[in-house]
Structure formats: C-alpha cells, structure tokens
C-alpha cells in the first residue's frame, strides 16, 4: 500500500508530499519527496488567513488549500507510475490555541487547520484521511507534536541502552523528539516545541522585504548578536516552561518583539533572532546532551548554514555528533510529510498515533477522520 503524506507547516514555504510504501510486516519504504511551492501571490494570501481571518475567508480558505493540494498533487504525480492509494493531508494551520480558554465558565482548547478533505478527496479521487489533530485535543492533548510516534518509527532503530538520540525539526517553530535506547528496543522519552525555529527569522525577513527567508542564513552570518537583546528575548516565559508544551506562530511572531529590534541594522538582527533559535533549541535540549548519541536535525532550518553551524559548535562541545535526517534516508525536507504518511497508516491500522508523553493527552486515541468523494 502507498500512501502519500502532504505537508504545509506554519512557514508557508509550499507543500511537501511524501509517498511511503508500507508492508504487511510494520515496515516500510521511502520512496519519493516532492515539494509544491507556494507562489508569491499564494503565499501572501495564507499569511493573510493566519493574520488577519474573517469568518468568510475560513470558510473559503478550506477550500482553497483543498486546490492547492490539488495542484501539489498533480504535479507531483507527473511522471509516477504508481499512485498513490490514500492520502494522509495534514492541511494549513492558521491558529493553534492548546492552552485552556475560558468561555462562558467552559473551559476550551483548539487547532485549526484549513483543508476541506471531501473537496481534496473529490479533485484528486483519492481517499483522504485528515484531521489528525482533534482526537488528541478532545481526550485533553496539545494536538501538537504528532510527528514523535513516526520519528520513533524512522530514527529509533540502535540506540544503545538508557542513551537518547535527539530528533530535531526547524520548521516555523522548531521541536523536539528525544528517544531512549531501551534493552530491546526504544522509546519516545519525551517530546515539544523548543520555541521559535525558522519564523521569526523569516518574519524579519519578510517585514523588511529582504526576500521570504535569508538564503543559507547569509545575512545572519554578516552580523553581530547584540547580547542584551538576545538575553531579552530568551526570558520568554514559554522556554522555562516544563513539557508537554507546544507553541504557534501566533505566539512566536516579529509583532511581539520588533520594537526590540529598532535602530539594529539588519544583520545584526538576523544574526540575534539565529541566537535566538539556537540558544532556545539547545537550552531544551540540555538536560539530555550528556547522554546523547547523536543529533539528527531536519526541516528548513537545517538548510540555513549559519544556523546550522552556530548549533553544530555547541553540540561539539558536548561531544555530540549532529547529523541530519538525509543520512537516514529522509531527505530534511521531507521528514514531516513523511511522519503523515506513517500516521495515515497507523489510523488504518486502528493504531494510536498520539503519545500521551508528548501532547499530554489522557490517553492514546487513533488520529484522524477518513473521507472518500471518488
Ligand atoms: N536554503 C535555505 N536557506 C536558509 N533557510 C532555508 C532554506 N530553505 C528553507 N529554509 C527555511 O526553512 C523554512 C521552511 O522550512 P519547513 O521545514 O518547510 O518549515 P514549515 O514546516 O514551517 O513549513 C523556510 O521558510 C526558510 O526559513
Ligand atoms: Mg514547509
């Protein structure tokens, strides 16, 4: 069975798919990454859903990503004999609320994230399974991280005994999944968003229209890290907070901190909102350093090499190697479509998907609805 895993994170960079193929005996195969990018136009307008959404563009903006899935898929299955059998989409979050509201003395909680999966289910004649997020937040989750359960699955395999090996994902926010070599076999220890990854850096980017992102972290590497701001920014309540947690662009974002930022020149505020990500990512996953075998970094912000750099020397310094996903076989990029994919077939196999550890659920429940339009 294939099933192919499609992606678009909280950065809005585009879509990634994943075609996975599993076997009968819980094993399975990488077997291709695409990706779709979101043109200037599409772009602009998902940040628009994130910013600034009304009731009408909700409504329509579930069908809107629903076609630009579409699109992501057709182009991706251009040239593929084999097509996929389902797809496991996890849609375009525009809020990500897993912290208790109260309305009305009831308490509440919520993810959104746009994807209507009977149109997607219609347009592509596949079967869709969607909605990961809701099973876990209904039984008392965080909604957030889902990718742990496959990160298990794809980097736990020889991990020496009671020793960790750290998975991590610079997205739009960066999170971690830390593993533990187990006598016969490992485990998820536990698992959360560190704090900002890519975002911010980008916000900055974005606001001062220097392009979308800063290519191989160029920018950054031009500049200075002005302490003090740096200092300022890491007493953000959310980095002393225990697990589970999980943040959102909503939180993490240049509105909150710009005014920090004035009469900064441009580099030197690229080269602190690096620091930034770096010294959040490594203050979390400090208490596991010492006994941790390996490094393995994904998503985007294992392209940026100044990024990349200033977190490999710390790691030196604690004797860790750091490695990234592509040498296990998922290409950087591809690691959360590929968690998608192993999470829709974890939902056809009426196998949890969610890990209490890590969203702080109740208990373990099957992620996902299941819709056909063919
Ligand atoms: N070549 C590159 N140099 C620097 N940063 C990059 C590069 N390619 C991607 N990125 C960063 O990665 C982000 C996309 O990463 P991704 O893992 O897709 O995040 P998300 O899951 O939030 O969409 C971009 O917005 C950008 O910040
Ligand atoms: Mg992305």
């Not at 075609?19 to 200037?40: Q, R």
């Not at 957030?144 to 997205?171: H, W």
């Not at 830390?178 to 606001?207: E, H, R, W």
């Not at 109740?362 to 339009?373: A, F, H, I, P």
């Amino acid at each position: 069975m294939i099933i192919l895993g499609l992606m678009s994170g909280t950065s809005g960079d585009g879509i990634d798919g994943v075609a996975a193929e599993f076997y009968d005996n819980d094993c399975f195969k990488f077997l291709w990454h695409k990706s779709y990018k979101f043109s200037e136009r599409q772009f602009t307008r998902i940040q628009r859903l994130i910013k600034s959404a009304t009731a009408e563009t909700i409504t329509l903006g579930h069908a809107y990503i629903s076609r630009l899935y579409t699109e992501a898929c057709i182009s991706f299955f251009e040239n593929e004999k084999a097509l996929p059998d389902y797809l496991a989409a996890h849609g375009q979050t525009v809020f990500h609320h897993p912290n208790i509201a109260i309305w009305d003395e009831l308490e509440l909680s919520g993810t959104l994230q746009l994807l209507d999966g009977f149109l997607l289910s219609h347009l592509t004649k596949l079967p869709v399974i969607y909605n990961f997020r809701q099973a876990d937040m209904a039984v008392g989750g965080q909604g957030a991280p889902l990718v742990p359960f496959a990160d298990l699955k794809m980097f736990g395999k020889n991990i020496e005994n009671k020793k960790y090996r750290i998975i991590l994902n610079i997205g739009g926010i960066a999170n971690v999944t830390i593993l533990q070599g187990l006598p016969n076999g490992s485990t998820v220890k536990c698992a959360f968003d560190t704090g900002p990854g890519n975002g911010l850096m980008d916000d900055y980017m974005q606001l001062n229209k220097l392009g979308r992102f800063d290519e191989s972290g160029k920018i950054a590497s031009q500049g200075k890290t002005i302490d003090d701001v740096l200092k300022f920014f890491l007493a953000d309540p959310y980095f002393e907070q225990d697990p589970p947690k999980s943040t959102g662009r909503e939180y993490f974002c240049i509105e909150r901190i710009k005014d920090r930022l004035q009469n900064i020149s441009f580099s030197d505020c690229m080269s602190t909102l690096t620091d930034l990500t770096v010294e959040s990512i490594f203050r979390a996953i400090k208490p596991y350093i010492y006994n941790t075998d390996e490094l393995v970094v994904a998503g985007g912000g294992a392209l940026n090499v100044e990024l990349s750099e200033r977190l490999r020397k710390k790691c030196l310094l604690s004797n860790v190697a750091v490695k990234t996903s592509t040498e296990y076989g998922i290409p950087v990029m591809a690691r959360e479509a590929m968690a998608f994919s192993i999470l829709g077939h974890a939902f056809l196999n009426r196998e949890p998907g969610n890990l209490p550890t890590a969203t702080g659920a109740s208990k373990e429940v099957v992620l996902g609805s299941l819709v056909s339009v063919c």
